[in-house]
């Protein structure tokens, strides 16, 4: 009988190390994607470093985001509310919410800025670092522009953040810029720099919200083919400059250039296979992933 309990007990033993080896083989992702939603988790995003000590970005994860696209198409969509509903709201540059509040809604959890859209950010302090004090600004640029000694753009927000110590300001490390160059080159077979390709905030919010959100709507992001149809009426660019250029010409232009140049397009098709992936809808306009 002794013998029986005995082997009874490594048995199971046995079995809760197997279940045990079995959960730990599971990616991260996959277990984060088997969790509870109700369970606390967070996370720690080391390539996003807060000025001024460089710590990085720590938050709990968000079940849904609203990645609001600055795109023309928002206007006239009637998306406040639904946007509203999310669970995290991602913006990018300084597209502004005041006016705009019946289309693209009002709250801003984190705001992707590049560093040429610094100067209109801190052009605008009162309305983004003084009345925004639960959004979290993420800046990304090269590093000329954002390195921690000499980098211009680094120094201007550092003083800004002297003026508005509550401000939540965190800027990409160079390790995480490259690792978005890697993405770049892994998904398209081309070096970005090479290339002659400068990546978008669209980009960087993409990378971020993947990181970050367990489902993501995307709003107001046209598909790669979308401006290759000649039917289209043409939409502003950005949907706080009316009259502008045209959105689908400034894509096309910078498809077409040689270097100096953001992808657009070929980043939208990129976007739609990782919707494969991942939990990723696109809204107004509504397309699929590649290959569904």
């Known amino acids: 009988m002794k013998i029986l309990a005995r082997r009874v007990c490594v048995g199971g033993l046995l079995l809760c190390a197997v279940l045990w080896l079995c959960w730990v083989s599971v990616s991260p992702g996959e277990r984060a994607d088997r969790t509870p939603s109700s ?18 970005l720590v938050r709990s994860p968000c079940g849904t985001c609203a990645v609001v696209s600055s795109s023309g198409q928002m206007l006239g969509s009637g998306l406040g509310p639904q946007i509203e509903q999310a669970e995290c709201v991602l913006r990018m540059n300084t597209a502004p919410t005041l006016g705009y509040e019946a289309d693209v809604g009002t709250r801003s959890t984190l705001r992707v800025i590049s560093h040429t859209s610094v100067p ?6 009162t309305y ?4 925004s004090l639960d959004t979290v600004y993420v800046i990304w640029g090269p590093p000329r522009q954002m390195d921690t000694e000499k980098g211009m753009t680094y120094h201007a927000l550092l003083q800004s953040k002297d003026r508005h110590p509550t401000a939540q300001i965190y800027t990409l490390t160079q390790d ?5 160059d890697q993405v770049f080159q892994d998904e398209t077979g081309k070096n970005r720099a090479l290339s002659g390709t400068f990546l978008s905030t669209g980009w960087f919010t993409m990378i971020l919200a993947m990181e970050l959100c367990e489902e993501i709507s995307v709003y107001g992001m046209v598909s790669e083919n979308y401006c290759r149809e000649r039917s289209r ?12 250029l045209d959105e689908c010409s400034m894509y096309m232009m910078h498809e077409r250039a040689s270097r100096g140049a953001h992808r657009f397009i070929t980043e939208k098709a990129v976007f739609s296979r990782w919707a494969r992936r991942k939990r990723i809808h696109f809204t107004h306009p509504s397309w699929g992933a590649a290959g569904a």
């Open 39 to 56: 369970l606390p988790r967070i996370l720690q995003l080391e390539g996003y470093s807060r000025l001024p000590d460089g710590e990085p």
């Open 120 to 125: 209109l950010l801190l052009r605008n302090q």
């Open 128 to 131: 983004f670092l003084q009345h």
């Open 176 to 180: 995480m810029m490259a690792h978005c």
């Open 233 to 244: 009426p043409p939409v502003p660019y950005h949907y706080y400059e009316k009259g502008r």
